[in-house]
Nanobody, 122 residues
Framework: VQLVESGGGLVQPGGSLRLSCAAS????????IGWFRQAPGKEREGVSC????????YYVDSVKGRFTISRGNAKNTLYLQMNSLKPEDTAVYYC????????????????WGQGTLVTVSS
């Protein structure tokens, strides 16, 4: 199973980015999938996840109303639309899949991507 993220980069505060995740040898159907991030000097945290079984979505409080998680038309793609970005959103963002999930704070994925860097700075 390989998860490959793309779409990171440098953006000014208030700007937007869309992260993408493509999976190979793995179909998201029936699994939880999501995004995590790790800022410099901080622990990795869950950002958002989705249950492909019922479509429920979950977000960490700090991104609610600004980020949107979604699946692509292809069953092995995942997106994270990030709007109104803040400097504190600067982090390496990781795509994750599989594993038990009862909300973003309890999501424990089996599979991880290598990450894509998002830098929010003027």
């Amino acid at each position: 199973v390989q998860l490959v993220e793309s779409g990171g980069g440098l953006v000014q505060p208030g700007g937007s980015l869309r992260l993408s995740c493509a999976a190979s040898e793995f179909t998201f159907d029936g699994y939880a999938i999501g995004w995590f991030r790790q800022a410099p000097g901080k622990e990795r945290e869950g950002v958002s996840c989705i249950s492909t079984s019922d479509g429920s979505t979950y977000y960490v409080d700090s991104v609610k109303g600004r980020f949107t998680i979604s699946r692509g038309n292809a069953k092995n793609t995942l997106y994270l639309q990030m709007n109104s970005l803040k400097p504190e959103d600067t982090a390496v963002y990781y795509c994750a899949a599989g594993g038990p999930m009862y909300g973003i704070s309890s999501y424990d994925p089996f599979y991880w991507g290598q990450g894509t860097l998002v830098t929010v700075s003027s």
